[in-house]
């Protein structure tokens, strides 16, 4: 089992530009859930999913963030227009449904600066 | 959710068992206490869970006070690969179903 993908790793860009972020879970879990992580507030949840439906979206900050599961085995994380501040690491991480014993499964992030 | 009251840092030398305290005196008879880690610049990661019975694992043991009030994460043989930042989280086990990660414990394993 590969784990749960991330792409980028590393994502640079300029003030103003649209960013998207991927994940892809790992098969079989059905639930998805979108962190942020800064020094300053450390790890918020954004949004999570469940069976591809969004369930809570009350981390999202603004409407400039948006969040889309389109199938089972990929989600993106959408910034349009991009700031400096939203500069941070952004993890994704799946995980089975209630009762599992194994929690959730993170990725190794894509971390983003935005100049 | 039960709110958490963990030390920021603590340190341990190579070999010996790291014991990372956590209070959680507000606990609900339905919640568990979780623990994950995050070793730098990875995502966090699932360690082991209980509701009041002690627990072990290839990673660690947990063990959680007869009130339940607190609970101790104990890691055996402390190496330097287990610098990292320790998560306790306590949450019912079905519902919601999205953790709340507060500031968590930075532990340095020393040689």
């Known amino acids: 089992d590969a784990g749960v993908i991330q792409s980028p790793r590393h994502e640079v860009t300029e003030m103003g530009q649209e960013v998207t972020l991927r994940c892809k879970p790992i098969?079989?879990?059905?639930?998805l859930f979108w962190y942020r992580q800064t020094m300053m507030r450390g790890l918020e949840l954004l949004i999570y999913?469940?069976?591809?439906?969004?369930?809570?979206d009350s981390g999202m900050p603004e409407d400039r963030f948006s969040a889309k599961m389109p199938n089972a085995s990929f989600s993106t994380l959408k910034i349009q227009p991009s700031e400096p501040r939203d500069s941070a690491v952004y993890f994704c991480?799946?995980?089975?449904?209630?009762?599992?014993?194994?929690?959730?499964?993170f990725g190794s992030g894509t971390r983003l600066t935005v100049v | 959710d039960a709110k958490t009251t963990q030390p920021p840092s603590m340190d341990c030398a190579e070999g010996r068992a790291a014991n990372l305290p956590c209070n959680h005196s507000?606990?609900?008879?339905?919640?568990?206490v979780y623990w994950y880690r995050q070793i730098h610049s990875q995502g966090p990661q699932y360690i082991i869970h209980?509701?009041?019975n002690n627990e072990t694992n290839e990673m660690a043991s947990l063990i959680i006070t007869e009130d339940r009030k607190s609970s101790t994460l104990i890691l055996p043989h402390a190496t330097l690969r287990d610098t990292a930042v320790y998560y306790c989280?306590?949450?019912?086990?079905?519902?919601?179903?999205?953790?709340?990660f507060g500031k968590g414990t930075s532990l340095l394993v020393t040689p």
């Open positions: 999913f469940n069976n591809n439906v969004p369930i809570d």
């Open positions: 098969s079989g879990h059905d639930y």
């Open positions: 991480a799946s995980s089975l449904g209630p009762g599992t014993a194994a929690g959730y499964t």
């Open positions: 989280i306590v949450r019912v086990f079905n519902s919601g179903y999205a953790l709340n």
């Open positions: 209980g509701l009041k």
């Open positions: 507000t606990i609900s008879g339905n919640e568990y």
